[in-house]
């Protein structure tokens, strides 16, 4: 954050490495992703491959794992990264969550040697692009629910299902596909040239437009034993995946959060009304004090979640805890920035707009609100609402 909004010398709680990292983070998304992003929003098209590489270079493609050319970074530097480019763009930050959180991590944590060896470094390297699926048409919140389905056939296993709302899908080189099969879920490593498999783009967004985002189509697609992640047995290899993810959102929302602060700020103070600036009254102040509060407070819990993460003590809930007030503040903070850039607001010559319909998608995705109450609501009274 700026050192204005910076209220709580959050700072101070941040290694020399962290702040480096942030650093660098900061100067990609100034200097490659900000001049091109209302081009990318306003024609739903992003350079998906070149990025990928430029992200890879600088060492942010699964930053956070060790090994295979990852950078081996802690939590909160990972953290970090995520608020700055997504400070830029929350769909920058999926492209970059998916790749490294999701798809990345699902094999690093869960894989065999050779799917990793395979995948990890060419991931690493941006060289390769991965996706994850798990969501389906018909089943968002309900995983379980799934019926896309595994069977063997000799030594082979054969797919067929859909996958629906998948980031990087139509740019994936390989997938990891959740499916149902006689030993219940398990995973499998999809190269996406595989015959069968397909991911048709989804157009027609009004959130997340400088993203690629896809259905996955799978018809009769055959793999061989090796296909399958040896170590995800059971719904809780995917939910593993996606705490991963919902880490980095923690951080990553109120970078668009800030954004949108701190743009609200400048243009207040330019901005005249009535023979004085916008930021000299109360009613706007008593708006800017308010959403700066939230921001820095967003900011501690989510430091102090990294540290927890670091110390391998974070549980599920405080996860929950942490994306659903980051995302739930966010979005608040940048409806209520349009409400201070009044008409200007919604003009692409300011990103308010673009964070507030992108956070609309943040606020649903890997758990919706209700999801994490009820996850919340389970670890203080023992008693499961979901069914």
Partial sequence: MSASLDLVDVDSLLSEEELDVRAAARRFADERLRPSLPEWFE???????????????????????TGYGCAGLGPVAYGLACLEIEAADSGMRSLVSVQGSLAMYAIWKYGSDEQKNEWLP??????????????????????????????RDGEDWVLNGSKMWITNGSVADVAVVWARTDDGVRGFVVPT??????????????????SVTSELVLEDVRLPAAAMLPEARGLSGPLGCLNEARFGI????????????????????????????????????????????????????????????????????????????????????????????????????????RHANNLESVLTYEGTSEVHQLVIGQALTGESAFR
């Fill in 250 to 353: 923690i951080f990553g929302a109120l970078g668009a959060a800030r954004d949108c602060l701190e743009t609200t700020v400048a243009y207040a103070g330019e901005r005249i009304v009535f023979d004085k600036p916008l930021s000299a009254y109360q009613l706007t102040q008593a708006k800017l004090a308010d959403m700066a509060v939230e921001l820095n407070k967003g900011m501690l819990l989510a430091v102090h979640l990294g540290r927890l993460k670091e110390k391998g003590t974070l549980r599920p809930e405080q996860v929950s805890a942490g994306k659903l007030n980051n995302v739930r503040e966010s979005i608040a903070i940048a409806r209520e920035c349009r409400t201070i850039l009044a008409a200007n607001g919604i003009s692409g010559e300011y990103p308010i707009m």
């Fill in 122 to 151: 060419r991931m690493s390297a941006g060289a390769a692009i991965g996706c994850f699926g798990l969501t389906e048409p018909d089943f968002g919140s309900n995983p379980a629910g799934m019926r896309t389905n595994a069977h």
């Fill in 193 to 210: 040239s595989t015959p069968g498999f397909s991911a048709p783009e989804i157009k027609q967004k009004m959130s997340l437009r400088a």
């Fill in 43 to 65: 024609s739903a098209s992003i350079p998906a491959r070149e990025l990928a590489k430029e992200l890879g270079a600088l060492g942010f493609l699964g930053m956070h794992l």
